[in-house]
């Protein structure tokens, strides 16, 4: 029974994360053997499309989901890191690919300009701020900022990435450098999930003054999360640009934020299966739904609602981490004799499932 | 030699005056106790101590060291940790993750060890899970581990913030009323506990009401009314003085 349950949750992650990749990466093939050569573009798209956004809910599942900051300016860090590629692609002819780190550093710096004066406000503060960035940000765009955004007409012509004399230029090849950088990204960010990093943004989320009692550098932590989240925001604006070719300030207003928002909300705030499962539901349905058109997002709000009020927590919340602790029990020695005699029962008074 | 030494504490709220002009010695390797009635401003002097709060005026001073409004985070990796009065466990993570927090500022890993999952990464994790599992065993929690925090028994949770504090291997370790909410055995656990902290050579400080432990535990009392230290001493002093006596104790006592 111990040997299930330690399989459960040693390879659970690892047997959901493959399945996951099976169908992802056969899913173009399929879509091509329905129909006609070139008839699962639209769908391609589309699936493209909701790879970015689950790759913008990852990145603010770290600074929402796993550290509670309501952040709603997400959308800037991904406007920084577009236009960066955008830029540096367009008028220095940098290549689309070795824009990616600098879109995302720049995106990350643009973070902690913007964090260092209110990574101490609260909640409702915070979120309301991080509005007012977006805004700036899409209104410093549409007006041509330093002359080089191209103002409320944007910036055609980006090329497309080449990886080693590779070109992602067919919706395919874009599916799956989109979806091949968000496996990378699920990876990375579950292991620093299961870390003392992420162990420390939790513990902040869930009371920041035990946290700073426990030695907790809260203000460093909150300022690492923010900028980590930019940083990932910033290169899928790298992918979104070089996906899209042509950029414009209105792909980045409020209502963007307010999608990835609501993805890590509902999908379940701190889990990764939970966020991808949003992006699908959310970009993914909007689409299905467009037939309703008016009705669409009167069905999209009620659907919000009744998830807010009858599962609170997302349709899919972050999983208890473990930590293989059960080869020490009865190693160390206990300090109050009635816990350690033999008349103890660990199963006694408390509730919770224990191992 | 006196561990911590507080010198002419002063601190208000608006017009309130909840610390005024606090000054005491904790010798090291001595169980003190910081008695007195509600409001007296117990509690904010324990926050003073731990960078809660920044005092107006006066000095704490820990090992030789001026601390006085220094970051709370910074004061715990000099030694100093703490409990709450109103228990603050990391309720919907597991007792094991609560003691690990304690860990925390006892190891270095950081964002890109973390993501890379570099042997020294993991080997300080490995560690870090021994020692916690160490200090869960210490207090009577080990088998609980595993368990959610907010699922323990009140007298539980109390002792799990005890191992959380532990395990940022304090030199000083300050209990805001330890056996509130406790029943007479748990209590008497607890005393037991104490004193296992003690020997391992934790300076205690430590505020709590009920009397019985007060007395059998302490080494040294300090008596606060309205912010103002009016007596301090030996338990059996203490018991004995007309001030405390009329202040905090009663008559019959």
New interface residues.
Partial sequence: MNLARYARYRYFPLCLGGVFFAIMASIPWLLNEAGAPGSGIAQLDMLNKIGIYALLALSLNIILGQTGLFHMGHTAFFAVGAYATAILNTMYQWPVFSTLPVAGLLAALFALLVAVPIIRLRGDYLLVVTIGIVEIVRICLTNNIFGITGGANGIFGIARPVIFGLAFSSPRQQYYLIWGFTGITVILFYLLEHSRFGRALNYIKQDELAAAGCGINVARYKLAAFCLGAFWAGMAGTLYAANIRSIEPTSFNFFESVIIFAIVILGGAGSITGVILGAFLLIGLQDVFRDFSSARMLIFGAAMIAMMVFRPQGLLPARRRHYGARRYLGKFPCAVRRQCGAAYNPYAEDEGDCV | MSLLSLQNLLKSFGGLVAVAGVSFDVDEGSIVGLIGPNGAGKTTVFNII?G?YRPDSGDVVFDRNDITGR???AI??LGI??T?QNI???????V??NV???C??R?N???F?????TPR?RS??RR???H???EL????????????AG???YG?QRLLEIA?ALA?APRFLILDEPAGGMNE?ET??LT??IR??NDRGITLLLIEHDMNLVMQICRKLVVLEYGAVIAQGTPADIKRNPKVIEAYLGIDC
């Fill in positions: 731990t809660n970051a709370t985070h715990v990796r940790a703490r709450f603050r466990l990391f309720q919907n993570m597991s094991l993750e690990l927090a304690g925390h500022c190891a890993a950081g964002l060890s973390a993501m890379f999952r990464q300080e994790e870090a899970v021994e916690a599992m160490r065993a210490f207090v009577g929690l080990e088998h609980r581990h595993d368990n959610q699922s323990l028994s539980n959380r940022s055995q008497a656990d037991e506990l296992a902290i």
